[in-house]
T-cell receptor
Framework: GAVVSQHPSRVICKSGTSVKIECRSL??????MFWYRQFPKQSLMLMAT?????????EQGVEKDKFLINHASLTLSTLTVTSAHPEDSSFYIC????????????FGPGTRLTVT | DAKTTQPNSMESNEEEPVHLPCNHS???????IHWYRQLPSQGPEYVIH???SNVNNRMASLAIAEDRKSSTLILHRATLRDAAVYYC?????????????FGTGTRLTIIP
């Protein structure tokens, strides 16, 4: 149980285009989902917290107009990187907090974004 | 942000117990202690969490000091699949939404 999927697993896009990453909790409902970014050889950095049906809360220094988050249902959140630039190339990871286990988070496998 | 302190790296022999230490001296009464591990190019995997009492699950045990300023993750019998970066995280309650702030973690190497 407690499986989180992400799609796509890898994406390459040209500079200036937008990319959407999906995060789904497959076997549980999650009111809260989180988006992280991880650069090579670094730790995960929390970008934003999203609650189903409300606006995401962004961490300091994260541009909300660049990283659009939509949490449309209890099992789906999306992150759209708009007008991507090479410096946005990173490993993006989502996590979901089960309704039934509010002190646990389950992570997706990550999405490797490369902007050329 | 709550900061935990962990050794950068540790080594252990296969099939022996592993004790991974963590200091969280700024912990408050309602902050949980979480442990996750991450393999290269994968998302973190939940290991265990606790508040005050020691905790056991099928993956590991978590021993929490009486003053809660430190904890130890115990893998009872290490296998090669346990080689990963282990993160000890002090969960900060945020209007009912607990946030996890990842530090640099401990890179655990298992020696066959």
């Amino acid at each position: 149980g407690a499986v989180v999927s992400q799609h796509p697993s890898r994406v390459i896009c040209k500079s200036g285009t937008s990319v959407k990453i999906e995060c789904r909790s497959l076997d549980f409902q999650a009111t809260t989902m989180f988006w992280y970014r991880q650069f090579p050889k670094q730790s995960l950095m929390l970008m934003a917290t999203s609650n189903e049906g409300s606006k995401a809360t962004y961490e300091q220094g994260v541009e909300k107009d660049k990283f659009l988050i939509n949490h449309a249902s209890l099992t789906l959140s999306t992150l759209t990187v708009t007008s991507a630039h090479p410096e946005d190339s990173s490993f993006y990871i989502c996590s979901a907090r089960p309704l039934a286990a509010p002190y646990e988070q389950y992570f997706g496998p990550g999405t490797r974004l490369t902007v050329t | 942000d709550a900061k935990t302190t962990q050794p950068n790296s540790m080594e252990s022999n296969e099939e022996e117990p592993v004790h991974l230490p963590c200091n969280h001296s700024t912990i408050s009464g309602t902050d949980y202690i979480h442990w996750y591990r991450q393999l290269p190019s994968q998302g973190p995997e939940y290991v265990i969490h606790g508040l005050t009492s020691n905790v056991n699950n099928r993956m590991a045990s978590l021993a929490i000091a009486e003053d809660r300023k430190s904890s130890t993750l115990i893998l009872h019998r290490a296998t090669l699949r346990d080689a990963a970066v282990y993160y000890c995280i002090q969960g900060i309650s945020n209007f009912g939404n607990e946030k996890l702030t990842f530090g640099t973690g401990t890179r655990l190497t298992i020696i066959p």
